[in-house]
């Protein structure tokens, strides 16, 4: 019997992350899923995912995780919505680390047995803001845009290795951090959650929904699947037309 390949979600407690992890299962593979939330991994666990609760923004805790993975999906993130003269530092700080230098590291230890074995898939969950920018969100764009430089330079580097290395984009999906953020901006900007719905967060697209989990999940599959192999070095746009514009 062929052992499956294995992949590695964080971030995987929920929303994105857990579609990933339930996603790669029915493609066969072998989930490790990784995030801080214990009580929500539990919920994921099951048949072919293994919980592993960690603290992603603890960087030298980072190498205590399964480095033999064929596939690497660097989801987690946080959001804080506040004027950049505003911003704490200190969050400033946390931010890059858990959503920029923490998927650095991760690659980092897990490109020797991608290359070992002549095939691995990195996908990293951009965002519409990994190409675009809104005001109050200066630490979330900044490591999302820096996510997208380091995904092109892994793509390059791993090549001639079988490895590729994407991005995927989507607009605002229908998840915990999307859900907080209303509250943030309706207080930021004197609105209700449901005018920060229609007149912020859905405003520049012209498929007037929230992005669904499973929607995500089906573009990584397909970076993970057989017909990967030229895909790499690119951004995977799910934004319902906003950078149309």
């Known amino acids: 019997m062929t052992t499956p390949r294995r992949a590695l979600v964080t971030g995987a407690a929920s929303g994105i992350g857990a579609a990933c992890a ?128 380091l995904s092109k330079v892994v793509a390059l580097e791993g090549a001639p290795h079988g490895v590729t290395s994407n991005c995927v984009n989507p607009a605002y999906v229908r998840t915990p951090l999307v859900t907080a953020q209303l509250a943030d901006q309706a207080a930021v900007h004197g609105l209700t959650e449901a005018e920060v719905l229609d007149k912020i967060l859905l405003e520049p697209v012209a498929v007037k929904r929230l992005i669904e989990p499973a929607e995500v999940a089906e573009l990584v599959a397909l970076l993970c699947g057989p017909a990967s192999a030229s895909l790499t070095g690119s951004s995977f746009v799910l934004d319902g037309g906003w950078t149309a514009h």
Not at 132 to 142: C, D, E, G, I
């Open 22 to 149: 339930h996603r790669l299962v029915a493609e066969g593979f072998h989930v490790v899923a990784v995030d801080y939330d214990a009580d929500g991994l539990a919920a994921v666990a099951g048949d072919g995912i293994e919980a592993v609760q960690a603290d992603l923004s603890d960087l030298d805790r980072l190498a205590d995780l399964p480095t033999d993975v064929d596939v690497l999906v660097n989801n987690a993130g946080v959001q804080l919505v506040a004027p950049v003269e505003q911003f704490p530092p200190e969050r400033f700080g946390y931010i890059l680390r858990l959503m920029l230098e923490s998927p650095f590291r991760l690659i980092r230890q897990t490109l020797p047995h991608m290359y070992g074995r002549g095939w691995g898939r990195v996908v990293n969950i951009s965002s519409v803001h990994g190409l675009r920018a809104s005001p109050f969100k200066a630490a979330y764009v900044a490591a999302k845009h820096g996510l997208e430089g």
